[in-house]
Each structure stands twice: as C-alpha cells, then as structure tokens.
C-alpha cells in the first residue's frame, strides 16, 4: 500500500503544481514509514516541508495554504498524533466551505497511518475514523488495497472538501498488488469524479449468505473469515470494504443486507459509537423486514488500545470474526 | 522594551514627526475609515440593543488598531480579523448588511463573504485559531513567489493559546510575510492581562520567535500605520514576520451580554476614555490643519448613511430557506444524507424564524440564559 | 439548572477541601453563565482560579493538579471551545488510571455547557458528547434537570474517574424545580455510591406503548412529545433520560424498547455516528423480536450548528419528535 | 546569552570550579545513577536487536542531563520524563524490570508504576504533552503550602507543540515551582533544531513567559545539577519556575526503527560523541581524585549486576491475561460493555502473546513495516 500512495503522491504533484506535502520528517526521511520517500528529490524543499512539531500549526498553516489556492497533503505521523491538530480539523478544515458560501472550502488532505497490529509501543495504535465521521463538512475515506489506496489518495488531493485519509498501517505492506501505474481518471477531473471515488464502497467478495462489512486493516480478517465460512459451513458471505467512512455508501450497505438477511460489521475502534453502530442503526432502520437476524459487531473494545503484547487479544481476529458470524447465522 | 510608537501627542506628550509617506489624503482616509467604523460599531450595538441583532461584540475605541494597519496593506494583501474586528470586511468591499446580518445570526450568502475575493478572511470566532491560516496564506504566497503577505488580528488573551505560539513559531522558522496584530486592550473578557501572562511587554514575545516585536499606541492610527508599513516592507523584502503589540484598554464590555462593573473599576476605562481614537485623531488632524469640522461631519454623514442603507438591506433580507442548512457545507456534491434530512424537515411544520432576543433596557448581564448569550 | 450546579459546586467545596474550581472567567463574575458565582467570595482565589485563555492549558494543568491529590472541577466556557483540549482528555485524562495501574486516576471534572438554543454566535452551540463517549476511560453525564444537575455534579465530583459533564445550555434556566438542599449521598462516599449516579438511566414519564429516548435539553421536548402523544392519539409514551451517555445503561433501555415494542431516540448531536447510533443498535441486538419497528432516530443533522436565525430548523423540534414517533407507530 | 555553563572542562576548556555544595559522596552518586542508565540503555538496545523487546527509544549520551537534575531534586519533588528518559523512575525506586516490560510491550501492573508512589510521571510518549502536569503538581502543592516542586524533561521538538508554551505560560503566571527541562539534543528524529525554531539559543525562550532561562552543557552532568540546584532554591523560595536548556546532541539514532544516515552526516555525531558524558566525568573525577578505576569498574559491575537480573525478572513475567485489558481503565466499577466484552473474548481461541520483531541484523531502518515501528 505504500507504495500506491507514494504512486499517488508522485502522479498529483506531477499534474498539478499546486499539490505540496509538509508534515514532521516527511522531507529528509521521506516520512517513518516511507509513504513520501523520494519525493524531496522529485519536486524540491518548497513542495516537500519538513514543518516544526506541531500538529495544530500543521494542519492550520495548510488551512491557510488552501485558502490560498494551493492544495497541501499533510501527513500525521501516527494517530494519536492528531489529536492536537484536532480542533483546527473540527473547527476549520470542517467549515470552511460552509463559512465561504461553499466558495472556498479548505482543500486539504490529512493522511493518517492508524491502528495497531505493528507492535509499536504506547500510543501509536489509535483507531480515531469515527470521531472524525461525526464531524459535519468532512469527508473520511479509508482504502484497503494498494490500488484503492493510490486511487483514493489521487482523487482526495484533487477533491475541493477536506478529507481525511486513513491509512491502516498495519497493512502497509501486506497484500503486494499489480495495478495499472496509469491513473483511472483524468488528473484534474472535477468534482463529480473524485466524489465518486470518494464515497462508494467495494464488493470485495460476493455472496448472498451474510453481509461482512469492514474497512481499512480488517477486510483481509473478513476475506479469511469469509473463506473460512465457505469452507467449514458452506456460507457463501458477501465482504463489504466501505472505503468511505464519511457518507457511508448506505445503498451498497443496505443491498447487502438486504440480499443476505443478515450482516456483521467488523472494526478495529472501540465499539461504543464507533462506526459499527451507525452501520447497525442503518441497515435496522432500511433493512428490518429483511433480516434475519439483528446485525452483528465485532469490533475493539471499549478500552485503550493495549500495549502490544495484548494486542491481537484486541484487535478482531478472524475467530472472533467467525464467532460474530456464527451467532448471525445461528441466531 | 517598554516605550511604545507614538505620533498622535496627548495631553501630557507632543506630536511626533509625521512619516512622510503620509501625505493628506491618507491621513483622510485613515480617518474616514475610522468615522466608518464607528459608525458601524455605535449603530450595531443601538440595533443589538432593539432586539434586531443577536449579542454584539463592540470595538468601540479600537478603531485606530484596525484602520492603521489596513490603510498599510495593499489590496493583495490578505486580512484575518477576529470577533473583535469583525467589520474590517467593509473597508475592503465586504457589503455591510453581510457583517449585520452575521450578527443577526443569517449564515450562507448573506452572512458569509466571499474570503478569497476579499482576501478578508472569516471573522474568527475561537481564540487564536486564524494565526496559523494567517501563516499558511502568506507563507503559499512566498512559496509561490508572490509578494503577498498577510495580517492577523488578536487579542492580548489569544496570546495564551497554543495556536499563537505554533503559528509565530512556523512564521519564524519559514520567515513567511505574516505581521501579527495584537491589540492588546488590557483584558479578555474579565481577565486582565496581568493574570494572562507574567510578561511585562507582550511586544518582547517576540524574540522568542525570532522576530522583530513592538509597541504602539493603539489608540493612535498613524502608530499603527507605521509599525505595519515598516513591518510589511520588512516581510516584502524577505526579512520574514513581525509582532506588532497595540497597546490600548478596552473602553467598553467585552460584548453587549457582558458586564465589566463585575470585575473592573470602570473608573479606570472612563480615565482611558480620553485617549479614544476618534476624538484624539480629529483634533491631531484640525491641528495640522488636514481636518475641519465640515469635512469631518461631512464623512459622519456619508458613514451613517450608507451604514443605515445597509441595515435596511439587512432587515429587508428573507428568512433563509431549510435548505441554507445543507447547501454549502461541502464544495462538492452534497452526500446522500442532507437530501433526506431535508426531507425530514419539509415533512414538518417549519418553526417560525428565530429573533434576537427583544429590546434590552438597563445594563447589560453577563450570561443570563435570560438575556443572549455573549461571543465569549 | 444554573443555581443546582452552583450547589453542587458550594456543598462539595464546603465538604472537601481538595476541591477547587478553575476555568476562564470563572472566578471575578462568576463564569459567563454564572456557574461558579459567589464561590470566590466564600473559597477564596486558591480554590477559585481565573486561568489563562488556553484549553488544553486548563486540563492538562488539572490532571496534574489531580495527581498531585486535589480534586479539579473545571469549566470549558462553550462546548466548541473544549477541541484545544482534546488531547489532555483523550490522551491523558482518560488513560491516566490505566497508564498506573488503576492505582492514580485522573479525578478532575470537566464541564461543559452545550447545545444550541440561546441564539448565541458562531460556534457556541456544537454537542460533542458522541465524541468523548466513544473514547475509552472517561465518564460522560449528561443531566436534564435542576436536581439531577446537583446530585450528578456533586457524585462526578467525588468520582476517582474522569467526567465529562455535559450541561445543556439552553435549559440552564428552565424548569425551576424545588429540590431538598440536603445532598442525597453523604459527600464523602465511595466508589460505588457515586458511580450509581454516574451510570443509570432516569424514568422521566412511564408509558408502555412506545419509549422515547434523550438526554438533555431534548428531554422536556420528548416530554412534550409525548403528552401530546398521549392526547391526539391516545399512545402512551415512555420518556428515558439517559443522564448517563458512557456507560449507557443498557437494561433501562432495553426494558424501555422490550416494554414498548417501539423505541425513538433523540438527540442534537449530528446523526452519523452520534449516541443515537450506538442506542439503536443496543436495542436492536438485543430486542429485535420484541420490536414492532425499527429504531427511529430524530437528531440534528450532519451539518455545522447553523447560524442561530436557523438553530430552530436544526434543533429536533416537538413536531419532529412526533413525525418520528409516529412513523416508527404506523411503521 | 549563548555562553554554556559548563563545571567539566573539555580538550579546549579548563575544569570550572566545583559547586561547593557537592562533596565527594554526591560526585559519586551522580555519576552512579549515570552509570546505572548508560548501562540499562545499552542492555535495552542490545535486546532491542536480539527481538526481546520492541522499538526502542535510546538515550545513550544524555545521561548527564538526567542524573545530574535528579539528584538536585529531594525525594518530594516529582520527575515527569518523556520516552527519552524512561529509565529515571529507576532511579527512584521504581524496578528495571518494570521498564524493560513497558518496552516489551507489557502494560498492566507488570509495565506500568504507581506515578504517586515514585512521583515519578508515567513514561510521556506524546510530545510536551506532560508539561502541563508537571505544572499542574507544582501548582497543587503550592496552593497546599507544600514545599514540593516539579521537574520536566523534554526535547528541542517539543518546544514547537502548544503545550510547551501553555505550561511554560500557566507556570510563569502562577509562579509555580516548576523546572522545565529542556534537552537540547538538536534534533527531532529527522528534524534539525535550526528547523524547529528561528531562535538561537532556546534558553532564550524563558524570557517571553517571565522567566529565567539558562543554558548548561548537556554533556556535564555537574553544570546540569548545578542549575537545577539553583533553579529549584528560587523554586521554593517563591521564585517561580525557571527554564534549563542542556545543550548536547543526539549521538545515537532516535529510535532503534530510525536510521540517521538518511537525514545526517554521521560524522558530526562521531565528532560531538568525543564529549560524552560518561567518559567525561570519569576522567574529570579521577583528575580531582574521587573515582578510580576499581571503583569505577566496582559501579559497572554491580550496575550490570542489577540490570541482569531485571532482565531475568522481565522474561519471566507470565502473557498478561485477557484481563489485563479491561481491568485498570477505570479505578472505579468496571462498566457493563467490559464483561460482555470479555465473555465475548474468553469464547473464541486466543490468539499467541505477541513477540516483539526477530533478530535485527544489520542497521536500522526507517519505518519499514517489516522492521518494528518507532516511538516517534
Ligand atoms: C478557544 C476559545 N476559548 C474561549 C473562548 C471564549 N472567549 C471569547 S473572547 C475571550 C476573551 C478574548 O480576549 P482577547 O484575546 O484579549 O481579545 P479581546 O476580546 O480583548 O479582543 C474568550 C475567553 C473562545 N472564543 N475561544
Ligand atoms: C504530539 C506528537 N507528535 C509527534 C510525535 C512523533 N515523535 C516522537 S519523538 C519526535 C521527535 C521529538 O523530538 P524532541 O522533542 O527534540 O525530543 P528527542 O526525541 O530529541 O528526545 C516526534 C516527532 C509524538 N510522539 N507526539
Ligand atoms: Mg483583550
Ligand atoms: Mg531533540
């Protein structure tokens, strides 16, 4: 996946000019985990910023940049790490366009390499996605492919809303994938394109047995729970990548629902308000009728991500996604 | 550093030398722009007081602080005010009923502008939050090889927060053309700014940023105009940003909700009051004969005229749509779920519009749910 | 509400002297509500602080205040302005009894006046309770009358845990109600006392025919709701005051829903993601066979606050509440 | 101000006279507790390779700005360290055993310590995020009439976060007795300090918030002493806080996942490493003739002994249960989602305790998710 969003970062910098990327270590380094390497050589020290420490002024000054008319991708260099940058996300980055009369939104990129599983220490393994989908004005996306990821990126830089590109770390590197280096639309596409790419899920499995809804670092666990499904009990189950966290691509989510009559949905955030629950929420209120079952979550718990000796007791592992499953399925 | 720039005299010190950038007709336009802004100011706090706009946040006396340093900037230069300078906007072509109508609680296009046609941006509610867009604006500019900087407003109390430090902190190290203004009128709401800081001299912040500071008179426009011509010729050279310290008092409440008799001896404001900057500038420019009381009530008239029409506008604006709710929140197309709450909404009997809160006699209170709620 | 708060705040400084107040504006006037009026004149400006103009600032020196022995109550003058302490609450206050072993909890209380409804400006009215409900390690109450206001501060005051108190602004004033001044706990009680009224859902109106579900300042519009409920068409609505939005108790509610056959939840807070989410899928899991219809959810939308001349249109209104209610009946 | 105060002299300076305060006792002392952390940082890198612990973040070459404060605090005042000193609570009591189990990955009673207990602040990974709590103690104990103050380290980077300055702000307001700390070891993983701040020297920082600011030679551990002995008698004498900057330099790479030869000459560290301070106070100490190499060896020896078997004890701590989870969130009643949360657990198989990475050959890397990920 690094790769592809390095791709990305490349193909849009090429294109357009007004595309710049700052953060902390992002220049010399090329970023802790390599997303922006080989870019400072590419495009120079105006368009690849080594910034100060500081997350607020990080993400304000690309505000600022935006407003102007440049368009700044901004890597936070763990998840956690956002959270100072926070109330210019909430605050600004949300409601730009809205305070503008919708003429000068606050085109910003925030990439966010999130999550656990990397056996990193204290406090670099948050999984923050729904804080940020219950802020109005902001769209958040999370790829979990390397093809998505370099797609999604290409269309988040050019898309005018400011979003928030989750990067599930712990699958940086897995899952190598062939795709075309070719871009799937027209670099300066307008909106309607990049909004597209922005707001609709992916059937990353078919079958009309149960609906497995996930996204970022859990669909590969939801594909080996599916295959699992198929092979132990003969369920044929339908995987769902959200990609979009922020509209939630609800037709897709309900269709599958619907076609399955039962569903689970599968995160890494603790479960108490996390996405999970709006997917819930949402499929009960269109989907009821159809249903065979009340839709299942297997998420993390309500509690501190632990340190990572604990943490694949934390993570949702394909049993304890199979053990969601088969309660669905033998409700 | 504890002398500040002072051109204007008062009674206990003379004039200093004019700069002689200034010939007369900038000295009236400085004025003019002042005589506006007052207008705009006493007129907003009278229609608060009505019940036709919702709680006000005055700058009564600050105008020297906001005319100077726009009257330095070129047009290309881009301008963040805060609350406090909420009306800049209609020195730079931000229709007056916009500002009104944002303070009778309008949203969408009557009471937002256009930030990028004005290069004025948002009136900044949440303390120190614009310094770092500020930064962003003007260091975009140098990055494109522009020579367009950019001036933010704020007060002493926002030199607390931690967004003013990161934002003088990236100004310093990228020497972007950002001049920051801080009008220093002695207190946050009920603070003073002895408990905000232990510094003496907020002007001496500065050097920890790596950055020329001062200390004007903020009370005298031509000092505030100097400080920001000279900073700004500094930053267009690449000598990077400046902190500019208005040194003034806040002669009136921190807004019309607010009432400082709870915290201050207003003995102390009315002894400020004879240093306010209209008064003191009219009599500066009868004194070297650039003003005389015809012109002046000449601009007055102007002023109140053209702000009572932009009240009329502003009372004549419709009740927004439902859908003022939902249009402008993203650039691009709108998600699915704003077409079915909108569907929701229409489904119902609408509420009738909301109105300010009705004529407010005596003084004001602070933070009786009763009466409005100050911007705080 | 305001004079129950003021109790609150005077008993429990009265009882404990590691007790102490500290926010912006809080002390001289008495806090731009007037919150914590008369309490620098009977404390004293040890116990009494009027602090620098910086969020995270306050928080972050309260934690340390807390770990140091003392018990800080501070005040986040507006909802919006809590984002510059996001990360003192997300990052240390609620992981502080984790980070040591359960062993130094930060005890401070953070208030929060939220909501819109007053006519107030930009960016004074956002309801951001979702938010800290789904991070791990605090406790988040919401109150919705005056004697609750008293009993449930003074409980979070004693409380070793982390609380976000959620004061509804726009009832600050309403419903004057009389109350024994006598607090019902002794001050000093333990855990378990104080975690009682920290945790359970309040019966505000008994019914058996649907369950109406707020916090709040929605919860006297639901009580509206459902008189009017009761009178047009003759159903009889139970109205449950949360009181309590992490943990949410879940036995109340679901009872509610199991009782009723039919549930709506309402609340200010945006709809995605919101505890609205999180309450429908609760029942849904839990009580599917016992609904007649699915969850319905009336709640603010996915947009900023409006601008006040607006707030009415985004506030769930009486008659929203009831074409809620009553799709949900005739579902 | 840029001149250092320095105690240890260096090939091109003479020794500077010895604080009278510190006799031979105390010499010995300092550079024990240097000894201890040198040897638990190599012990702690050296596991970090073999997969015995995860990522590591090493100090080795800043152990003079660590025992040195330390022992110029009393038993009362309270330590807050970032990452870069996780070893100090050893030093106060608190086990290796513990610490080598926090970088193990352990959480729980086995990798955390009670931060009362020690007045030893948890291990502080976000950055300058901890600055406020050392005030907040300091602030507390002050207001109790306890004379006990509070010292917090952190880095050169950790002066941009808003933080930084909203603690430095709060202390000089409330005169509280707090000692900042700043390790100036010129760089921020990859960033240099020139990057992070346009000041020179970031002792001159102090100044915008009232206070005092000195730098000290980071590399003697006397002159860190020195002033932090200083800087806390004005502490409790009312004097407020006072801010240290130890200038030194990063002689390792940040982390054990970081790989400096991407962003630096390795030369100039290979040059600033002739300063390091445990070989420096050693010959200072055997020139003024309070150490020999029987003792010194003696020291080594018995810190090796030590740290081996808080080793032995960190292996063979037990896989935490799944309880460990959920059982320290809260020190109040568990909430219901807990036990259902477990329930839902105990039912399935449970995954392998997590190792940390294998065998490490060869230099680090940056960030490659194949090798473990930094504490950044
Ligand atoms: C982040 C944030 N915190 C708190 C407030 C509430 N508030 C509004 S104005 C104000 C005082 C500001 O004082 P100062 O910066 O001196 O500006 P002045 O009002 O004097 O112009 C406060 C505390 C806010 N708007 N934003
Ligand atoms: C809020 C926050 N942002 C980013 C990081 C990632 N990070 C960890 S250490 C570091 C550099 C810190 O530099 P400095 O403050 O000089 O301390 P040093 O590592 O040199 O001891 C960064 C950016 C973090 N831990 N916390
Ligand atoms: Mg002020
Ligand atoms: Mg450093």
Redesign the interface.
Known sequence: MVEGLNLALDQAMAADDRVLVMGEDVARTGGVFRVTAGLLDKYGDDRVIDTPLAEAGIVGTAIGMAVYGLLPVIEIQFDTFVYPGFEQIVVHAARYAWRTRGEVPASIVVRIPFGGGVRAPELHSDSPEALFAHVPGLKVVCPSTPEDARDMLLAAIEHPDPVIFMEPKRIYRAGRQDFPEEPPFDISSADGVTTDYLSKARIARSGHDLALISYGATVPACMEAAERLSSERGVDARVVDLRSLYPLDVDTLVDAATACGRAVVVHEAPRTAGLGAEVSSLIHERAMLDLEAPVGRVTGFDVPFPQFINEDDYIPSVDRILAGCNKVLDW | MTDSLRIIGRDDLPDNKLPEELGEKDLLEIFRSMVVLRVFDERAVALQRQGRL??YALYWGEEATQAGPLYACSERD?IFPS?RQNAIGILRAVPASTIFA????????E???????HRV???C???A?H???????????K??GERDA?LVWFGD??T????????M??A??F?TPTIFFCVNNQW????PVH??????VLA??A?????PGIRVDGFDPIACWKATHDALERARAGG?PSFIEAYCYRLGAHGT?DDPR??RNEAEAANWKRLEPLARTSAYLKRIAVLDDDLESELFVDAKKSIASAVAEMEALE??S?E??????????T????EE?LR??Q????????K??GAQPGPPS?????A?????
Chains 1, 3 share one sequence.
């Open positions: 919702g709680t881009w609350y944002w303070w009778r609680g309008y949203g969408g296009r009471g937002f502008y256009n930030v990028r046609e941006g948002p009136i509610v949440p303390i939050t310094l770092p867009h500020a930064v962003g604006v003007s260091w975009a500019s990055l494109r950019s109390g926002a607390s927060e931690g967004d003013f430090h990161e934002a902190n990236f310093g190290v020497k946050a709401i009920s603070t408990k905000q800081t232990a510094l003496k001496d912040k050097a920890a940023y790596g950055m990077g909700a709870l915290y009740h927004p439902l003022t709710l939902f249009d402008q929140v993203y650039a691009s197309r998600p699915w779920t704003f709450s929701e909404l489904s119902v009997e609408r509420p009738p519009e909301v300010p809160l602070t933070g009786d749910a009763d409005p709620v100050g911007p705080s």
